[in-house]
């Protein structure tokens, strides 16, 4: 069979399988495999089959993902976010919207050091949620904030979206994770005024606190965020100083993170335990993943499908900021369909070649996939994080949280078309390392 043709028929499978819920690493897994047997014999594809799995997980930028989760879910169990929604409330309640604002910000801070947008929206649907219905705020409004919010976790640093698209993209781990950190806060302050313009439009939306707290109570509700602001100092610092690896940030991350929270004595046997087990399943889900996802992209190098679908899109004769935006829609569009993890092990060895002969900083186009997969983590019907809050809150209804984010789908796109027009606002920081 011709090597192109058997790249396009797996292409065509996969997402047959995908549309029938087939796991994602089994059906990478077996498609690589087949694919290997049909063009180069039997027993080159078993070789594949024993060899690739452990080459591509054993790798030294691999051991960053799992501390990361690690500090994360240590975040996540010890409630370190319960406090900072607290304290955030303290200082936006009495603004237009400042309920629902606080909700963005303490996503913020959790993404700044949980990794993890899954954990956020989990953590923050059950703690600010009841919070800022029984504080009058919409409740399909309500929705929309969590979820907008839990996705700056897969923005600022440390990501392990970024991780893993530093490692199918072949680019410095430490790079990508500082470029996140003026686009996350960027993202973060379009949020806030989105919500104020809402608010301000419709009062009733979100009421205003009717008691506003004096500056000490302000200031003292800071103490409880001295913890995550800690952690983000070191694991970032350390990164973008060059005291650490990436590697070593997230090993000072996590063991930091037990350290405060073994202080405050926010810690015991029950959490430790529960922190131990979600770290292993979810590390254990992203590498069986990566694991057959290599399989599958080394099967596409040789069928030659992403050398001519590169040379295809390089010479189209359209301005590159054309192809560029129809790659953008293209994510866009699988985000309804596909789920995020497998849109990037699918789709990245295929578009990086083409974008990067195009002249694109690869750097910067890992900050527009990660905002990417953000959008697609958020867009109906197969939105993950729609359905983690739907989990999480079991009396929600989906067409509520359908309802409720597309406001801030719409802000997600703002964001993005800032992030193009401005790529030095990603490039910036890694150019000072």
């Known amino acids: 069979m011709d090597p192109q043709t058997a790249g396009w028929i797996s292409i065509l499978l996969l997402f047959v399988l995908l549309a029938l819920r087939v796991p994602i690493y089994l059906m990478m897994g077996v498609l690589g495999i087949a694919g290997f047997w049909v063009l180069s014999g039997s027993v080159t594809a078993l070789k594949v089959a024993g060899l690739v799995p452990y080459t591509a997980t054993a790798s030294h930028d691999f051991s960053v993902m799992p501390l990361f989760v690690l500090m994360g879910h240590l975040i996540f169990h010890t409630g370190f976010t319960t406090e900072i929604y607290k304290s955030a409330k303290l200082w936006l309640g009495h603004i237009p919207g400042g309920v629902a604002q606080a909700t963005v910000l303490a ?227 699988l985000g309804c369909f596909l789920d995020v993890i497998a849109i990037m092990f699918i789709t990245l060895p295929i578009i990086l070649p083409a974008l990067e002969a195009l002249g694109y900083d690869l750097i910067w186009m890992g900050v527009l996939m990660v905002h990417l997969i953000g959008i697609a983590s958020i867009t109906p019907p197969f939105g993950l994080n729609l359905f983690i809050l739907k989990a999480t809150l079991p009396d929600s209804e989906l067409k509520d949280i359908f309802s409720g984010i597309f406001p801030f789908f719409i802000a997600t796109v703002i964001v993005l078309a800032i992030y193009i027009a401005f790529p030095q606002l990603s490039l910036w920081l890694p150019s000072l390392m």
């Open 107 to 333: 996503g913020a801070a959790f993404g700044a050091a949980s990794a993890s947008s899954f954990a956020a929206v989990a953590t923050l649907g059950k703690t600010t949620i009841p919070e800022m219905t029984r504080l009058g705020v919409d409740r399909k409004i309500a929705y929309g904030v969590v979820v907008i919010s839990a996705n700056l976790a897969q923005m600022i640093p440390p990501s392990v979206f970024m991780v893993i698209y530093g490692i199918i993209a072949e680019q410095s781990i430490g790079k990508l994770l500082v470029a996140g950190i003026i686009p996350g806060l960027i993202a973060t302050a379009v949020y806030m005024v989105i919500i104020y313009i809402m608010v301000k439009r419709n009062p009733k939306l979100a009421p205003l606190l009717e008691e506003r707290p004096s500056w000490t109570t302000r200031l003292l509700s800071l103490k409880s965020s001295w913890g995550i602001i800690t952690i983000f100092v070191l694991v970032m610092g350390g990164i973008y100083t060059g005291a650490f690896t990436p590697t070593e940030a997230g090993a000072v991350g996590a063991f930091g993170t037990f350290i405060i929270a073994l202080a405050l004595r926010k810690i015991n046997y029950v959490t430790m335990r529960e922190t131990l087990y979600d770290t292993a399943k979810t590390t254990g889900m992203i590498l069986l993943i990566v694991a057959t996802a290599f399989i599958f992209s080394r099967f596409l190098s040789i069928s030659r499908l992403p050398t001519m679908l590169s040379d295809f899109m390089v010479n189209l004769d359209v301005p590159r900021i054309v192809i560029l935006l129809g790659v953008m829609l293209m994510y866009i569009v």
